[in-house]
Every structure is written in C-alpha cells, then in structure tokens.
C-alpha cells in the first residue's frame, strides 16, 4: 500500500532522511527473524529512531528538515508550544522547540501517581495551540493517549508531528483522524527503500522481502507469525 501523494518539496525531504538514518545504522532489515511491533504486527523491517541522539549533524539536518515541514504545513505562527512524548518524543521535541523558538512540555504515558501528579510537564496557558512531537508511527494509535492528555489539561491539539511514518498499514491514521488529529511526517518505508536500493545497503534478497511486505503488509505478517487482518 503507497502512501498518499507527496509535493517534490516533502519527497526530497524523506529521501535525505531516509538516507541519514541509513548512514547511522539506524534501519534494520531483517525478514529471516521479523520484528513485532508494538500493534502487534510482524514486520521484517524495524527503525531505532533513539540512535538519532548521538549523532549530532544528522540531528540537526533532522531538525532542521522538521522545523521546515511543520511551519511549511502548520503555519509559522499557528503553534503556541511543542510537546514532546514520553521518552522518544522528548530529544525530538527540545530540538524541534528550540529551532521554532516555542515553549516546550512533554506529556507522560500516564501521571506520575504522587506529588502533583501530573502527566504533562511543563508551563502552558488554556487554550494554547500544541503541537505532539513523537520519534515515530507505526498505526498512530499510541498518539491519541497524548493528544487526549493534552486537550484534558486545556490545550487545543489539531496535529502531530512524527519524522518516521511506517506509512504501510491500511487505516494507520484512522484512529487520529477520528480525535480530528492530523499527522505530519517526514519520512517512511518507501523513502528507506528507494535510497537502499540506491545504495546496495542491504543484499538483494533482503530488499525484495521488504518490497513484499510493503505491498501487502498485512499478508506478509499473517505468513510470518504476526498479526492478521
């Protein structure tokens, strides 16, 4: 399954992330010994988008490619504050704040059960347009936690923003688009694979199993263990 149609702006954008995140070592093809995802899907491709912290010239080329996107479709002055996930969205979210020169928060998985207990860290007003920054998606599903703590604490959330979007799974931003969430991207599977192809990252073999799955994601995990339909 494509994702949906691109500008050329958008598309160069994933390509040279795709292409950063190879060089890190950051993507994993291994269809000999599928991963699972956290949906439970069985993928023969995974991504560590927590390796991206210790590699500070393609944080900031990361950054600055996302601080681009977010203002290209957001707005330059339509975000009042940027709000990081709990973990992997919280490096995500101080780079792309500073970049943007917003306030920064970040929100739990749930509160913290003492003291005051809070599940959204940091200073904002009723009101305030929040931006959800995350390190990726796979469904969007674990989106909606975050959104719905940030709109129960009194911010108006309308989007999210992931740099890695699996962008394969049929019906992955249903759950957002039903809390009327929008989610912005940078790059996905497609992105990875035409730059690996390009490069001879990984041997041939390797890379037809991933086109498999990338064409019929749901297929390929019921063959290899994973989640069906």
Known sequence: MKSVSRTSEQKQAGLTTARILL??????????????????WNSPVYIDMRRVISFPRARRK?????????????????????????????????WISEALSLPMLYVRKQAKGFGRNAQIEGHFSDGD?????EDL???????????????????????????FFY????????????????????????????????????????????????HDPIAWSALHGGREA
């Open 167 to 214: 962008g394969v799974f049929p019906g992955a931003l249903q759950t957002l688009e039903e809390i009327g969430v929008d989610m912005l991207y940078l790059a996905n599977w497609w992105d990875v694979l035409d730059v690996a192809e390009q490069g001879r990252h990984f041997d041939k073999p390797a890379l037809e199993e991933v086109r498999k799955f990338l």
């Open 23 to 40: 060089e890190i070592g950051a993507v994993n093809f291994r269809p000999e010994q599928p991963y699972t995802l956290t949906s439970g």
């Open 62 to 94: 990361i950054t600055e490619m996302s601080a681009a996107a977010i203002t290209r479709q957001v707005g330059f002055e339509s975000i009042d504050a940027i709000a990081g996930g709990e973990t992997a969205g919280i490096p995500y979210a101080a």
């Open 129 to 133: 347009r929040v931006l959800l920054v």
């Open 137 to 163: 998606a796979s469904d969007g599903a674990s989106k909606v936690n975050f959104c719905q703590a940030l709109r129960k604490a009194g911010a108006e959330v309308k989007n999210t923003f992931v740099v």
